[in-house]
């Protein structure tokens, strides 16, 4: 099957693939080919796809997925793949979020946003180690 990752800036991949494995809002959720057209909303988490027998990781930060036709098409609001993800930036990101964690109302617009820059900071660091 045919898959697709798209952001804002740049198109990623477009590859055939053996499977797909992506964080989908309900959970982890995987298409073979021949899978059942369908529209998911993704959270920010890691992405898995096979190609060529070798599995390949790439952390993304939201967006959608669809399958239709034996295509798998993400458009993800951002998307890193293992290899390129830096890690030191990365982890400045987790040390920022975890300062201001504590002086923010958990429920408030920037406590929020807070606790998601926290989530992605420590998906880019947990997919960089699948490199």
Known sequence: MRFRLVTPARELLDL????????GVLGQFGVLPLHAN??????PGELRYRANGKDHYVAVS??????????????A??????????????????QQALARVDSVEPESPE????????ARARNRIQV???A
């Open 16 to 23: 055939e693939v053996e499977e797909v494995y992506a964080p």
């Open 38 to 43: 369908f529209l998911t909303a993704l959270e």
């Open 62 to 75: 939201g967006g959608v997925c669809e399958v239709l036709d034996d295509v798998v098409t993400v458009l």
């Open 77 to 94: 609001d951002a998307a890193e793949p293992a290899a390129e993800i830096d890690v030191a930036r990365a982890r400045e990101a987790e």
């Open 111 to 118: 406590g929020i946003e807070v606790r998601a820059a926290l």
């Open 128 to 130: 960089a180690q699948r």
